[in-house]
């Protein structure tokens, strides 16, 4: 008792309530923590079941070796692969593959152009045949091209292959600026094969059907291989102006010698030799005895020796007439 005459509490009685209190605390905070775990543990999904096979059949060889060694996606890009032959395969079966090309080169183009590679300045030299809408069609250069892929070798081949440009430079300055250097060939003569005219250049190349009148001043050559022979001999009938003058075309037989036809009709035919003689020749006949105004068709010098005149129908007949009259022997004086 105290001094107040009440019990006094032990103090051992108070220790078996302080650890009945702890370890209840103690079961809360172990409760709570399983209860955290039990609620955020990833839980698994059964597999489902597999079915079941009376009898389990093993892949083939090929397959399984597929299966087991070969990379990752390989279906896919094979499938990819399947698909643009396919399409490749149409394009081509199609007659598609100039547009299809066309359509990539423009898409192409089209970036470059947006890229500040558009052609805005183009400078063509040394044309005079041809306009310079003519020279960039020929080379493939369109409002569409840009300088980035423009394929300068390409242009110049394509330009070259035209019969009037002998010669091509193209040249890229960039970002924008093209230049384009052309030599052309010049419009040489005529040139009549099988009934066909043509004008060509002095080389024998054929530039293009006559169907313009601006050529009709030009000489004409006639005949098979007249073409690549007609230079030299044209060279050669301008030494004889008033030879020249009179010529109307000038023939080439049987790729050997040539003809003259004179402009009123009158056929030459010249040796196969010693042209230029032959040449001189028939200007000084002409100049001294006026032998292109006869009334004479063929000059035939292919004989060195001498020279066969062939009479019209008309002048042949007034000179038969004429024989015939100095043959009739005269009267005589007192005859009856």
Known sequence: MDDAGRLTRSQ???????????AAIGAAVLLREWAVREWFRPRRRPAPPQPRFEREEQPHRLIAWIERYAPKRVGVAATVLMLLGSAGLGIVKGGHVDEFTAALSDARNALANSAGFRIKTVVINGRKQLSQDEVLAI????????????????????????????????????????????????????????????????????LEPYVTRRFVSLPLVVGKGAETRAKDFLELLAQYPRVKSATKAVIFVGQRRWNLRLNDGLDVKLPETDVGDALAKLSKLDEEDKLFSRD?????????????????????????????????????AGDA
């Open 12 to 22: 051992r009685s108070q220790r078996p309530q302080a650890d009945l209190r702890a």
């Open 139 to 206: 080379g493939g250069v369109n409002g569409r091209s840009s300088l980035l892929f423009l394929d300068a070798d390409t242009v110049r081949n394509q330009l070259k292959a035209n019969p009037w440009i002998a010669d091509a430079t193209v040249l890229k300055f960039y970002p924008s600026q093209l230049q384009i250097d052309i030599v052309e060939r010049s419009a040489f003569a005529l040139w009549q094969l099988d009934g066909h005219l043509s004008v060509i250049a002095d080389d024998g190349a054929v």
């Open 296 to 332: 004479i068709v063929t000059i035939d010098m292919r004989l060195p020796d001498r020279l066969v005149v062939q009479l019209s129908d008309d002048a042949a007949k007034a000179r038969e007439d004429q024989l015939n009259k100095d043959k009739k022997p005269k009267k005589k």
